[in-house]
């Protein structure tokens, strides 16, 4: 449920775009997810499936970057070729752009998930990412050596996730794979002492992933 003053925000928000000739198009959905209660039994059950179908997970391999961006850039843009919004661009454009050539720096092995089926092909990924909005709030917009160290030290205090992008190959959709990755991502944040993970951002229409989403431990979403 959103707060009286998040409703307030999104209306005054709304109001001024309106008097400059524009109109909201679409919503985009954050969700919060609540991790201090059990996990969902569901989600311990399709991993459980997932795995007696001989899929194997493992994290991104940060020291074979080439290989890994090999199969996971063509994922993502097939992936994401169907969402609202989605621009065409080519395979070289996205290696060199959007921060794909700094992956090995971001990428967390216990939080980039890729799914493999039993012959050892990726079919599948989650990327989730230790919530980086925490150190860099504490930078206060300065950089220098300095914010460098403070944002190294505030990384090791991060108590929040955020759930980014999930991919899955059609031919493998429907089979539980989805569930059974949020399951290993937030056993993962559970190890590490998160409260929550943040989690969007869902396109309005996208009712499958809300529905998904809403029945595990979410306690709130806003509109952005």
Known sequence: ???????????????????????????????????????????????????????????????????????????????????????????????????????????????????????????AFKWTTPDFNQPIKKLNGKLGIIGYLKFFYYTKKINRGRFNFVGIKKEWQGKNLGSAMNYWTMLEMKKRNYSGAECGWIDEKNIASQKTIEKTNEIGRAHV
């Not at 201090?36 to 459980?48: C, F, G, R, T, V």
């Not at 499936?49 to 063509?74: H, S, Y």
């Not at 992936?79 to 967390?108: L, M, N």
Request: aromatic letters at 12%; a positive charge; hydrophobic letters at 40%.
């Open 1 to 123: 449920m959103l707060s009286d003053n998040l409703k307030l925000k999104i209306y005054n928000l709304d109001h001024k775009i309106e008097r400059y000739g524009m109109k909201k198009c679409r919503d985009q959905l954050v969700y919060y997810l609540d991790l201090s209660p059990p996990i969902p039994q569901y989600l311990k059950d399709a991993a459980e499936k997932v795995e007696k179908m001989g899929v194997k997970i493992r994290g991104f391999n940060r020291l074979k970057v080439g290989d890994e961006l090999r199969w996971w850039i063509p994922m993502m843009m097939k992936t994401f070729s169907f969402h609202w919004g989605y621009v065409d661009v080519p395979e070289e454009e996205v290696k060199t752009r959007f921060g794909i050539k700094q992956i090995r720096w971001v990428a967390d092995p216990g939080l980039f998930l890729v799914a493999e089926s039993p012959e050892g092909e990726p079919i």
